[in-house]
């Protein structure tokens, strides 16, 4: 992958915006294992990792008078010793742990910040589950990787057999730490901010010809391309001030994580039914999970608010690291009770939210939001982001089984930050199997066993269909 020295303007609001806690971007990924991974390769394996993915080696500093965005620098003081770290099966009794026991244990982990001295990542081994087995439970910040990036960068720690892969070569030479001080990083952020804005000026010309022409050639076309696309920002950048929800009304900074699995052919077979794909499924079986939830507290909702994180990685940037997604908000029925139709009608709006004219704004939407005060910004995203009910986000995993450090992967969760909404629910495919992590907030969602009965019951009614 391809590593930039400074974070993107949409990355830098994402690192900025942690002034409210409460709109943290941390991801956590759990990986239950057969047994636990041998720790000398574990240690040599993360070594050989963070040296070819920069990032892991990599804090941010930021910009003297954020003149520009932050820049990654090798951290001179990486120890992965203060990364990694060994448990034992936090179950008592002498019983052996579950999954849930290892979830109950990656909470707390997931709810506290980053040391921002520090690399953005930890990853814990909880050694001790039924049968020897064992899990890994990885975090690390947004601003690093979307989910799609991230997979890309875990295959870096993965091996396709028990036996670790002796065609490794020599250990990669470790990133260089910079020492620039205060008049280094002042000058280095003045020429990024010149040759960017040197690169908009010689573009400008060429972009207001392309606009006079349209003008010239259909004047009537071109207006009404500009209210399209002005109406379409104005959808992007809405306030919501409060949940849709009457019941899911409260936030905290509290995580509660669950999970569930699927078959992986049946949500694909039972998404055909509706000439769709399997996000398509997935959605929908959101969507009557919180049906059931909300009519087991009597309460009866029409419509909720969605965020969804769009994929827009092209074929210039789909190697590079850092985020490239687009994060939808719309509004979603839970009145529908035919599922097939259920399927249709959140096929056609993601379709719309991909077609939203205000797509091609972001980076200019991002450049100039990014240097309001930081005050400003955050507050901003407030209002944007804590009026959501939930989020869902679909990650493509890897069809193949893999190993870590001689022990095989059984299964892999990924739980997607809160962001302000009361529950996030990210699919993860894995072999042949639909792994879904959810992540609610305690304040929102008081009892987290009913929510994932609701959830499984279903997508049991979705998996009916193939």
């Not at 804590?386 to 969760?413: C, H, M, R, W």
Request: with cysteine; hydrophobic share 45%; proline share 7%.
């Amino acid at each position: 992958m391809r590593f930039e020295r400074r974070m993107s303007d949409a990355d830098a609001l994402m690192w900025r915006n942690e002034k409210d806690p409460m709109l943290r971007s941390t991801i956590v990924a759990v990986a239950v294992l057969d047994q636990a991974p041998d720790r000398a390769l574990l240690l040599d394996r993360l070594d050989r990792t963070s040296r070819l993915v920069p990032r892991l080696r990599q804090r941010v500093v930021h910009s003297p008078m954020s003149m520009a965005p932050p820049r990654w620098e090798a951290d001179p003081n990486f120890d992965l010793s203060s990364h990694l770290r060994w448990f034992g099966a936090p179950a008592g009794d002498g019983q052996a742990a579950t999954l849930d026991d290892v979830l109950r244990s990656a909470e707390p982990v997931a709810m506290q910040g980053f040391d921002r001295a520090r690399p953005l990542w930890e990853m814990l081994v909880i050694e001790g589950l039924a049968d020897g087995g064992a899990a890994i439970v990885l975090k690390l910040h947004h601003s690093i990787s979307d989910g799609v990036g991230f997979v890309q960068i875990a295959m870096n720690l993965f091996d396709v057999g028990r036996t670790p892969s002796t065609a490794l070569g020599p250990m990669p030479d470790a990133p260089q730490a910079e020492a620039l001080g205060i008049a280094g990083r002042m000058v280095d952020a003045f020429d990024h901010e010149s040759r960017r804005w040197l690169g908009i000026a010689r573009r400008l010309p060429a972009t207001l010809g392309q606009a006079g022409r349209a003008v010239i050639d259909d004047p009537t076309g071109a207006r009404q391309q500009v209210l399209a696309t002005a109406a379409s920002a104005a959808r992007m950048l809405a306030t919501a001030s409060r949940p849709a929800s009457p019941i899911m009304q409260g936030r905290s900074l509290r995580m509660r994580f669950a999970a569930v699995s699927v078959p992986l052919d049946e949500m694909k077979a039972a998404a055909r039914r509706a000439d769709g794909r399997l996000n398509d499924a997935f959605v929908a079986g959101v969507l009557g999970g919180l049906r059931r939830y909300h009519d087991s507290h009597d309460c009866e909702v029409a419509a909720l608010r969605m965020t969804m994180p769009i994929n827009i990685r092209s074929a210039d940037n789909a190697d590079l690291a850092g985020n490239a997604f687009a994060p939808a908000r719309f509004v979603v029925p839970l009145d529908i009770d035919d599922v097939i139709e259920r399927m249709r009608v959140v096929r056609a709006l993601v379709q719309q939210q991909r077609a939203e004219p205000a797509m091609v704004l972001l980076d200019p939407m991002a450049l100039v939001v990014q240097r309001l005060p930081t005050s400003v910004s955050t507050a901003f995203f407030q209002s944007m982001l804590k009026g959501q009910d939930f989020v869902t986000s679909n990650v493509p995993g890897v069809p193949l089984p893999l190993f870590v450090a001689g022990a095989a992967i059984e299964a892999q969760y990924a739980f997607g930050p809160l962001s302000g909404a009361g529950a996030n629910l990210t699919l993860l495919s894995y072999q042949d199997q639909v792994h879904i992590g959810i992540n609610s907030d305690p304040a929102a969602i008081p009892d987290a066993d009913l929510f994932t009965s609701c959830l499984r019951d279903s997508l049991d009614e979705i998996r009916k269909l193939a």
